[in-house]
T-cell receptor
């Protein structure tokens, strides 16, 4: 059975800290891995990863995929209160997209 | 503006009633998806469709039904057979299966009263 597992499920840090969120997967017919940020309603797209070892970066956020380890990490440096959200990892097969349970991140001022 | 529109934003249903959630996209995307989100559960796939007049069951399809008569529209019906329908429902679409990211609507929060 396909599965996407995120850890930790919940994380509380202080503003300015760096955090690393993890995503591991066991999915047949893997095509790509996606990261989303969900604050209130609709998840917003962050990154799509298809190749191992190539870091994608956007401001203070970065992500990398390790196809050998079947995993990905999302790093957020110099966290701000606006980073508080649920971060969702998803894996695209050739027919559907499977999500993990998400990591709920809370940044304390 | 291009995007995905879900309606209504909030919906209240009496037990034993069927309700239909609307999802429309003008992005010309082939693939569309319905997910259910409960606290601590992430997004669970209900149904998905790759092309018009074709759809497949996801992981939690029991008690739900869909149709895909038009490329732009993918309505979800929550039937009375769904034992615990209170949840947040998200519709998404993507240009192609597996190669592009999915875009989400703003969601419908369904409450059974």
């Amino acid at each position: 059975e396909d599965k996407v597992v995120q850890s930790p499920l919940s994380l509380v840090v202080h503003e300015g800290d760096t955090v690393t969120l993890n995503c591991s997967y066991e999915v047949t017919n893997f095509r790509s891995l996606l990261w989303y940020k969900q604050e209130k309603k609709a998840p917003t797209f962050l990154f799509m990863l298809t190749s191992s070892g190539i870091e994608k970066k956007s401001g203070r956020l970065s992500s990398i995929l390790d196809k050998k380890e079947l995993s990905s990490i999302l790093n957020i440096t110099a966290t701000q209160t606006g980073d508080s959200a649920i971060y969702l990892c998803a894996v695209c097969r050739d027919d559907k997209i499977i999500f993990g349970k998400g990591t709920r991140l809370h940044i304390l001022p | 503006d291009g995007g995905i529109t879900q309606s209504p934003k909030y919906l209240f249903r009496k037990e034993g009633q069927n309700v239909t959630l609307s999802c429309e996209q003008n992005l010309n995307h082939d693939a569309m998806y319905w997910y259910r989100q409960d606290p601590g559960q992430g997004l669970r796939l209900i149904y998905y469709s790759q092309i018009v007049n074709d759809f497949q069951k996801g992981d939690i399809a029991e008690g739900y039904s869909v149709s895909r008569e038009k490329k732009e529209s993918f309505p979800l019906t929550v039937t009375s057979a769904q034992k615990n329908p209170t949840a947040f429902y998200l519709c998404a679409s993507s240009e192609r299966q597996g190669d592009t990211e999915a875009f989400f609507g703003q969601g419908t929060r369904l409450t059974v009263v």
